[in-house]
């Protein structure tokens, strides 16, 4: 397949889609209709930066990333590695991009095995894929338990004898191990204490800058989102409803929704309150989306148009894409 | 409603508290002499790092500190005029509920997934109300109405686990209203929810105080639910309120260190950040507390004063205090640099 590619892009998506059958009976499962989890979204992920995906629960944010690490298959759609297509990679080209894209969830109290000293917790990435000498294997560990800011002599600590700072800097060690391109970080953040979200945070931004790796951070925080991405999608159900570079969204956001969030975002002084936008309701079911645009049950300024026809993205400035009605 | 506010309209008054757990190893100081004011119809925030107390001091407001190893052993809680502390475990049952109840930190642990939701709503007001049957079961059904449930009677035989998070979230708030309190604590009740529904369920607080005249004390890490809901605000560290004042003067006047790091160490949403401040260390063991300032080892204006005893409360503006040496006259330690607060365009 050839494929023409953007440039400097490490990761490109392009109309990636993810539709989960639903079913009926337990024998005879009857596919009554399809969860459209993904539906048609494109972006692109620069060497050494950060984008961040925003939207409420349910909107496709962890499906994406799922997608990404080959945890589950597109049923439309193409990711690309630096011009690759990852979804035709087998054997030892699979294991390869197992070990260039990582991962680093949210919560640090299970995502660490629990009967798993450091060591062999942050090396797994490292003994899956290749041949290395338990020697290499020691050093290379004790090198990034040095970078993400804990001892070397930790390594043969278990999971809980750190705190929740401590070990979702174990979590970023392991996923830097293996030289990784791309991490996808999912709410990397949100279950740590308010003193030690800074520290990760830096760190995270620390290594970028070191190391030129990429992240996708899925995050609820928008302002965590201001301050560790480079460029923002806004996601509803499972689509991308508006693009751009993280300072021009936040200064010059656009889409309808994208405006509700930011309203309901809270703020960092009691005198900068503005939910100008209140939303009702949560986000519809992805099983039967809306017709026309999916936000136009919800939307404030929705206009007849806007059931019956869905509409088409729009570049309103450069990299700033925006798909509604109103533009 | 323009309620005129005087020392009169006091609902509740902490004097000195101190809650220890005593363990087999040593004695955990939870909470370790706070004093605070809550007035009819204000919101309190109490933030702080983990461990640091705000749920000890929650437990002890309500009597249910952990037994046996958890005892109050110092203090008064004055709730509408009377010392709580004095009262039988037996009169305790009736001012649980129908004067201070509690939002628990996580409402998908906080409801009971054997039972519906009618169950715990009637079991609530059951306690409080002794009551008959049939005029529980409306009185359920209007305490869902009032937390913007729809269509509240078809909701009464659902479990839990077939609602959604932001309307778990209201039924737990409705429970804890359910007897028409006049306190509330809600320890972190917004966690893991959307920015949206979060919103949603700020807001609806917000009304059903205005509505009332409920004073609210939100327990929480989160200073933007503290710009949003709180008039004023206590720091806790190491089992200490640090600093407390008037909301505006804790974001834009920050007198103590700690406060000025944890609201340093928050991204903003209004305006780019080039590099976080981070506080670096631990919070000090509660069960080994050093005998001065307990932020010393993390303070970067720490002087040799500071390790000698602990500070004593200044006074900076009426109703603004904060402990801290480097606010007295005579510090002779490094001055504590001009904070500046997060700026942007309101609305
Ligand atoms: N049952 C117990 N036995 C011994 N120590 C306890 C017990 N419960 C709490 N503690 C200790 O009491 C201190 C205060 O705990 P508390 O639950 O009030 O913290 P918190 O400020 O609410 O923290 P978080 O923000 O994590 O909820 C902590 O040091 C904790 O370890
Ligand atoms: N394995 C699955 N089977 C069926 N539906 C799924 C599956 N995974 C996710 N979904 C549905 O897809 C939608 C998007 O989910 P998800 O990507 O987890 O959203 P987010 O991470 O943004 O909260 C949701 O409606 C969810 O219920
Ligand atoms: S297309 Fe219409 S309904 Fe959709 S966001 Fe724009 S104005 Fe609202
Ligand atoms: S008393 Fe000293 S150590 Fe404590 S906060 Fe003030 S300056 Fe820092
Ligand atoms: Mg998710
Ligand atoms: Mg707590």
């Known amino acids: 397949m050839a494929v023409a590619t953007n440039n400097d892009a490490l990761l490109e998506v392009r109309n990636l889609k993810k539709y989960f059958p639903v079913t009926k009976g337990l024998i005879l499962m009857k596919t009554i209709g399809y969860v459209q989890a993904v539906d048609g979204i494109s972006f692109s992920i620069k060497q050494g930066e950060t984008v961040g995906l925003v939207g409420e629960s349910g909107c496709g944010k962890t499906t994406t990333s799922k997608l990404l690490l080959r945890l589950e298959n597109p049923t439309e759609g193409d990711i690309l590695l630096e011009g690759r297509d990852i979804n035709t990679f087998r054997g030892a080209e699979l294991q390869d991009y197992r070990t260039t894209v990582q991962a680093v969830f949210q919560d640090p109290w299970s995502s660490l095995s629990p009967r798993m000293r450091v060591r062999d917790i942050v090396s797994e990435p490292l003994v899956v894929n290749r041949n290395v000498t338990t020697q290499e294997k020691n050093e290379r560990v004790a090198e990034v338990l040095q970078q993400v800011g804990l001892h070397a002599q930790q390594a043969t600590n278990y999971p809980h004898e750190f705190s929740g700072g401590q070990r979702q800097r174990i979590a970023v060690a392991s996923a830097l191990v293996s030289y990784p391109k791309l991490i996808v970080l999912d709410e990397p953040v949100s279950a740590l204490d308010v003193s030690i979200r800074a520290q990760v945070m830096n760190l995270l931004k620390d290594l970028q800058e070191q190391y030129n790796v990429s992240y996708l951070l899925i995050a609820h925080n928008l302002a965590t989102v201001r301050y560790m991405a480079h460029e923002t999608a806004v996601m509803y159900l499972g689509q991308i409803v508006e693009y751009a570079e993280t300072e021009e969204l936040y200064n010059n956001a656009l889409h309808p929704y994208t405006r509700a969030l930011f309203s309901a975002a809270l703020p960092s002084h009691p005198d900068l309150i503005r939910e100008d936008i209140v939303l009702q309701g949560e986000v519809p079911s992805p099983i039967n989306p809306p017709s026309g645009c999916r936000f136009h049950p919800r939307c404030p300024f929705a206009m007849p148009q806007c059931s019956e026809e869905a509409p088409v993205e729009k570049e309103v400035s450069p990299g700033h894409r925006v798909s509604c009605h109103l533009y | ?347």
């Open chain 2, 1 to 347: 409603m323009t309620a005129v506010q005087t020392a009169t309209d006091t609902i509740l008054e902490v004097n000195d508290l101190k809650t220890y757990i005593f363990t087999r190893a040593a004695t955990v100081k939870a909470v370790d002499g706070i004093s605070f004011n809550l007035r009819k119809g204000e919101t309190l925030g109490i933030v702080g790092e983990s461990g640091c107390g705000k749920t000890m001091t929650a437990l002890s407001l309500l009597r249910l500190v952990p037994k046996p190893a958890g005892r109050i052993v110092e203090g008064e809680i004055v709730l509408n005029g009377e010392d709580i502390l004095q009262k039988s475990e037996d009169e305790m049952r009736d001012v649980r509920g129908r004067q201070i109840s509690m939002i628990l930190q996580d409402p998908q642990t906080s409801l009971n997934p054997v039972f519906t939701i009618g169950n715990q709503l009637r079991e609530a007001l059951g306690i409080a109300h002794r009551e008959n049957k049939s005029s529980m079961l409306s009185r359920a059904v209007d305490a869902l109405r009032k937390v913007n449930v729809a269509a509240p009677e078809r909701r009464l035989d659902d479990y839990p686990h077939q609602m959604s998070g932001g309307m778990k979230q209201r039924v737990v708030g409705a429970i804890a209203m359910s007897c028409e309190p006049g306190v509330i604590i809600a320890d972190e009740p917004t966690t893991a929810l959307d920015v949206t529904i979060q919103l949603q369920y700020l807001r609806l607080l917000k009304e059903i105080q205005a509505e009332t005249g409920l004073a609210i004390i939100f327990i929480t890490h989160d200073f933007g639910v503290v710009a949003r809901m709180c008039d004023r605000v206590a720091v806790m560290y190491a089992g200490r309120i640090i600093e407390q004042g008037d909301v505006r003067d804790i974001f834009s006047r920050p007198a103590h260190p700690y406060t000025q790091a944890l609201i340093n160490s928050v991204p903003k949403l209004e305006q780019s950040v080039d590099r976080l401040y981070s506080i670096d260390g631990q919070p000090p063991l509660l069960s080994n507390l050093p005998e001065g300032c307990r932020f010393a080892p993390r303070c970067p204006y720490v002087s040799d004063q500071c390790y000698e005893a602990y500070p004593q409360s200044y006074t900076l503006n009426e109703g603004h205090y904060a402990d801290c040496w480097a606010l007295d006259a005579d510090w002779q330690g490094t001055p504590i640099e001009e904070f500046v607060p997060p700026t942007g365009t309101a609305g």
